[in-house]
């Protein structure tokens, strides 16, 4: 399903709760990718240019001000508007691989499924936002919120003075409405999104990604 005429590179994206794993596995993707060959672009969101790095930092950085879901929502977008037309849209034009940390389906699922906005909505915006681009593959990876906590707090306990994200104070039945909400855009969307059990060991799970970006055929 590449967009012929408009983009030419492969768009994948990752998604799941904190601690998930998607880093880590984006990591490796993009070095296994690259060692057959590909030129790839790794990209984040809410971030990848300097507005959104500015916003991510307004997002995700505690506040002692309670940031209105809406305005939340126009926030992502905003950064999503200026990641997708200044650095995603050039490099797919220029055939390169994108893999984005995060996307529209966690808009849908954090936003939408867990905050409670209306979906629709958020479709429609994250379709004004991308201008109508979709990621040709994205890869869920499912963890109990209960486990992602975990192993989040333990990365940034690990890191003297680090920020901590907001996402990852909220409570575990937040979590738990933002992985059913994942698992609800899986399950509308079998084509496009591949859920990977994120509860396995680390080359276990990049094998399985490997896997199904073979069977794509990248
Ligand atoms: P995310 O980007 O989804 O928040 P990370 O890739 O940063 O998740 O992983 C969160 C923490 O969990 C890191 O310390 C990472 O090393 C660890 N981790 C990632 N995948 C696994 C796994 N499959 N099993 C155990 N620990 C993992």
């Not at 209105?68 to 200026?82: G, H, N, S, V, W």
């Not at 990621?135 to 890191?159: C, F, H, M, Q, Y």
């Not at 990977?196 to 990049?206: K, L, M, Q, S, T």
Request: proline share 4%; aromatic share 6%; hydrophobic share 40%.
């Amino acid at each position: 399903m590449r967009h012929i005429g408009v983009t030419v590179g492969f768009f994948i994206t990752f998604e799941g709760i904190e601690g998930s794993g998607k880093s880590t596995q984006m990591e490796m993707l993009k070095r296994y990718l690259e060692g057959r060959g590909e030129s790839v672009l790794a990209v984040r969101e809410p971030g990848g240019t300097l507005l959104g790095e500015k916003v991510r930092g307004i997002l995700l950085n505690s506040s002692d001000e309670p940031v209105d879901p809406m305005a939340e929502l126009f926030l992502y977008e905003a950064c999503r508007a200026q990641i997708v037309s200044s650095v995603i849209r050039p490099a797919l034009k220029s055939g390169k691989t994108v893999i984005c940390d995060r996307f529209t389906d966690s808009t849908l699922a954090y936003q939408g499924y867990a905050r409670g906005l209306d979906i629709g909505a958020i479709r429609e915006m994250n379709d004004r936002a991308t201008g109508g681009l979709v990621p040709d593959l994205t890869v869920l990876i499912d963890l109990s919120p209960e486990a992602g906590l975990e192993r989040a707090w333990a990365r940034i306990n690990g890191k003297k003075g680090a920020l901590e994200d907001r996402f990852e104070k909220e409570s575990v039945l937040f979590h738990k409405k933002v992985r059913e909400g994942y698992l609800k855009i899986a399950e509308s969307d079998p084509g496009r999104v591949r859920v990977v059990d994120g509860a396995r060991e680390i080359p276990v799970i990049h094998g399985d990604i490997c896997g199904i970006i073979n069977k794509i055929n990248v």
